[in-house]
T-cell receptor
Framework: DGGITQSPKYLFRKEGQNVTLSCEQN?????MYWYRQDPGQGLRLIYY???????QKGDIAEGYSVSREKKESFPLTVTSAQKNPTAFYLC?????????????FGPGTRLTVL | AQTVTQSQPEMSVQEAETVTLSCTYD???????LFWYKQPPSRQMILVIRQEAYKQQNATENRFSVNFQKAAKSFSLKISDSQLGDAAMYFCAYRTFYNTDKLIFGTGTRLQVFP
C-alpha cells in the first residue's frame, strides 16, 4: 500500500539531546514537509523540500534540521537548541509545483522532552 | 501575510443532523486554494474537501459541502447527515496559487457527534 510512515510513534528525550524523527513515503512524491502541532495552534511548517538535496525553512525552523538525500526520505532532527520541543510532529508529501495538490500526511510522532 | 481563523473551538451535533463549521481567511491574493482537513483521534490528517478560488461553484464531496464566499473571505464546511465517525478535529487551510510550499492552517474546530 502506498503511503507515508513515521517512526517512532512516541519518542522521549532528555533535555540537551538531539533526536531524529523518521519520515518515509512510497508515493513517488517530489515534495515533503514537516509540521509541528501544538494544542490550540493548528499546524505550523518547520521545513519543506521540493526536490532531492534541496530544502527550505518554514515558519519555525529554529532548533531543527533536515536532510533530503533520497526522494523517499525526509528525516527531521530536533536539536538541543529547540527551546520547547515537546509537540506532535507530522510529515506530509505531495506532487510538487501545484497548489491544489493534496498533501498526504503520515500518522505523526509524539515527542516528549523529560 | 495570509491568516486563517476558525472562531469555533468546539461544536456538537446530533447524529443524522447537519452542522456547519466556520472559517475565515485574510489574503490580498486573488488566486488561491482552500482546504478542509479532518484529524480523527488517530491524529492522521485526512483531506475532506478542496476549493479553487477561481471557481464560483461550491465544492461538494458526498455529505460534505462548502459555502465559499470570496468577497467575504469565508469558507464554511457543512456536514449533512452527521455520523459518529465524523467526530474529529477539523482544520481549515489556505494555500497560495503561486507559492506552493506550505499550507496555512487555522486553529481547528473539535466536532462532537452525539447519538
Amino acid at each position: 500500500d502506498g503511503g507515508i510512515t513515521q517512526s517512532p510513534k512516541y519518542l522521549f528525550r532528555k533535555e540537551g539531546q538531539n533526536v531524529t524523527l523518521s519520515c518515509e513515503q512510497n508515493l513517488n512524491h517530489d515534495a515533503m514537509y514537516w509540521y509541528r502541532q501544538d494544542p490550540g495552534q493548528g499546524l505550523r511548517l518547520i521545513y519543506y523540500s521540493q526536490i532531492v538535496n534541496d530544502f527550505q525553512k518554514g515558519d519555525i525552523a529554529e532548533g531543527y534540521s533536515v536532510s533530503r538525500e533520497k526522494k523517499e526520505s525526509f528525516p527531521l532532527t530536533v536539536t538541543s537548541a529547540q527551546k520547547n520541543p515537546t509537540a506532535f510532529y507530522l510529515c506530509a508529501s505531495s506532487i510538487a509545483d501545484r497548489g491544489d495538490n493534496e498533501q498526504f500526511f503520515g500518522p505523526g510522532t509524539r515527542l516528549t522532552v523529560l | 501575510a495570509q491568516t486563517v481563523t476558525q472562531s469555533q473551538p468546539e461544536m456538537s451535533v446530533q447524529e443524522a443532523e447537519t452542522v456547519t463549521l466556520s472559517c475565515t481567511y485574510d489574503t490580498s491574493e486573488s488566486d488561491y486554494y482552500l482546504f478542509w482537513y479532518k484529524q480523527p483521534p488517530s491524529r492522521q490528517m485526512i483531506l475532506v474537501i478542496r476549493q479553487e478560488a477561481y471557481k464560483q461553484q461550491n465544492a461538494t464531496e458526498n455529505r460534505f459541502s462548502v459555502n465559499f464566499q470570496k468577497a467575504a473571505k469565508s469558507f464554511s464546511l457543512k456536514i449533512s447527515d452527521s455520523q459518529l465517525g465524523d467526530a474529529a478535529m477539523y482544520f481549515c487551510a489556505y494555500r497560495t496559487f503561486y507559492n506552493t510550499d506550505k499550507l496555512i492552517f487555522g486553529t481547528g474546530t473539535r466536532l462532537q457527534v452525539f447519538p
